[in-house]
């Protein structure tokens, strides 16, 4: 495959957007330049996304012009995009699970011979394409098969079949571990060495710092900062984002859960084999508990078994002093909740509107005991009262699609759907994942006044400063087992890490003695 030699890059002059007459990116400039990483930074609805699909062909600008590489750009169309050279890996994988890898990667032009498919051809060429993102696969592997870190580095390798010079990238890292991060950014720091202009939308402002040349930011719609990252530090960032000084990205924690205060979530030797074993925790009112762990320690399965997602074959789990049984309607009738770590999959509804996708769990306390009517009036009372709980953008309809929505008001919504249900127990699986700063800052609000009032929440994240910054206890799993407890006042991030490692560490000490 023979590169072409860009010669400037991507510019963007007095390129603006509207919809239904609602201005959501105001005139900007702004250019790439072959061989730099720049990171686009922003608040959820800033403008990032419209940008991106403007320069990906998805969308056409009210004004402004474009050029690559010295000529007029303007593509009317994705595969226009990408057939002139820009090519973007989005947030949600645009993977086909059905489909084989080399299936997936040469989906719109397969190499054919009579109208025929040359599979033998098109797999040798996907071989090539996996070993320039570091991936020893067979070409033949389904896509459902992959690992969320595979399928990242596919939807890489699908832009360097098209011999994209431009690479757009929207939070590409927000599902991959630590150590395929770094696998992931030492690829795009090649690829701009190869002369390619690479644009990063992320929401982790350290990574930005890090491996970004240049970062840009939008708020409201507007540039309102292009500079080299060495001028600029990350307190610097968050103030152009939101347009005031944070003093603090965490809210304060007040509140002291007394150790006599009520148990309302028990769990006692909950075991399934392969996935936990001997789980046993207590949740008291008014806790906020975290639940910390490596990838594979079973943080998420065992939310799913607690919600009746998923079976265990032994252990009894406790809720108000009553056995939880039944499936997960049952469970939330009870008053569990759960915020799944995937919105986009299992959280929400997309094109339903804001009002059905919040009344989803809670609609049976709107509907008549005869003829099962829905009171409109009492809903609709409802879902205002709880948009402004939950700090919904005023400018949003009830109406609208929730796939519109930024991804902070879309976990907004879905912490309306369970707040709604009045649960006692809320379980939040990676409940700040890929939001942006101020996002992340309200949602640690909602989930402290939620324990205010008496409840329970029970907070996992793979994120371990996020979970210190917010608990009052944590607990650590290891490969299916709890490894430690801490108190907030004796939060260690030594002695944290070093639990998370325990079970990785008693099995390699027993293959040794073998």
Known sequence: ???????????????????????????????????????????????????????????????????????????????????????????????????????????????????????????????????????????????????????????????????????????????????????????????????????????????VLNHCDRVAVLRDGALVADEPTRAITAQGLVQKMIGRPVTQLYPARNSTVKAQAKVILRVDNLSQPQIIADINLELRAGEVLGIFGLMGAGRSEFARILMGLDRHVSGTIWLNQRILRGSPRRRSQQGLGLVTENRRIDGILPESSVTENMSLVAIDRFVTAIGGWIYPQRLRLAIESMRESVQLQSRLSNSQALKTLSGGNQQKTILGKWFLNDPRVLILDEPTRGIDVAAKHEVYQLIHHFADRGNGALVISSDLDELLGICDRLLVMSLGRITGEFLRSTFDRERILTAAFAQHLRLSRGAQKQ
């Open 1 to 207: 495959m023979t590169a072409r030699t860009p010669k400037t890059g991507l510019e963007i002059r007095k390129v603006s957007k509207a919809f239904n007459r609602v201005p959501v990116l105001h005139p900007l400039d702004l250019c790439i330049e072959p061989g730099r990483i720049l990171g686009l930074l922003g608040q959820n609805g800033a403008g990032k996304s419209t940008l991106m699909n403007i320069l990906g062909g998805n969308l056409q600008p009210d004004t402004g012009e474009m050029r690559l590489h010295g000529a007029p750009y303007t593509p009317q169309s994705s595969r226009e995009a990408r057939r002139l050279g820009v090519g973007m890996v989005h947030q949600e994988l645009n993977l086909f699970s059905n489909l084989t890898i080399s299936e997936n990667l040469f989906l719109i032009n397969p190499p054919t011979k009579l109208g025929l498919i040359r599979r033998k051809q098109m797999n040798r060429a996907a071989e090539l394409l996996l070993k320039q993102v570091g991936l020893a696969l067979d070409p033949a592997t389904l896509v459902s098969q992959l690992s969320a870190g595979q399928q990242q580095l596919v939807e890489l390798a699908r832009v360097l079949a098209d011999d994209a010079q431009i690479v757009l990238l929207d939070e590409p890292t927000t599902s991959l571990s630590d150590g395929e991060t770094a696998h992931f950014m030492q690829l795009i720091r090649r690829l701009a060495q190869e002369s390619r202009a690479i644009i990063w939308i992320s929401h982790a402002i350290d990574d």
